[in-house]
């Protein structure tokens, strides 16, 4: 069974950066594709960003496009997303999922889960 552990939250002023990463285990992680999610307070989860199980295909929330990156170490089974320009709406509960397929490029089925990582931004 996959595991997923995330980390790296924390708190941080607006217009600075926190990378989070989510380190897995328990199956091939190259083979699966990868994604981010978050929750705010109150807010229905929303996807951030995914990346494929090549790397190839990378596809952004338009909330974030152009300030948070998307990234994995196939070496390190881990994937990484760097936040830039951070916004006190970007406070949320951060969580990475794992797809349920392996080879994937799109319409993901993400079935796994991690615990999940605060990211707080103040004003």
């Known amino acids: 069974q996959v595991q997923l552990v995330e980390s790296g939250g924390g708190l941080v002023q607006a217009g600075g950066s926190l990378r989070l990463s989510c380190v897995t285990s328990g199956r091939t992680f190259s083979s699966y594709a990868m994604g981010w999610f978050r929750r705010a307070p109150g807010k229905e989860r929303e996807l951030v960003a995914t990346?494929?199980?090549?790397?190839?295909?990378?596809d952004y929330a338009g909330s974030v496009k152009g300030r948070f990156t998307i990234s994995r170490d196939n070496a390190k089974n881990t994937v990484y997303l760097q936040m830039n320009s951070l916004k006190p709406d970007d406070t949320a509960v951060y969580y990475c999922a794992a797809d349920r397929n392996r080879f994937r490029s799109r319409a993901y089925d993400f079935g796994s889960w991690g615990q999940g990582t605060q990211v707080t931004v103040s004003a």
């Open positions: 990346i494929s199980w090549t790397g190839t295909t990378i």
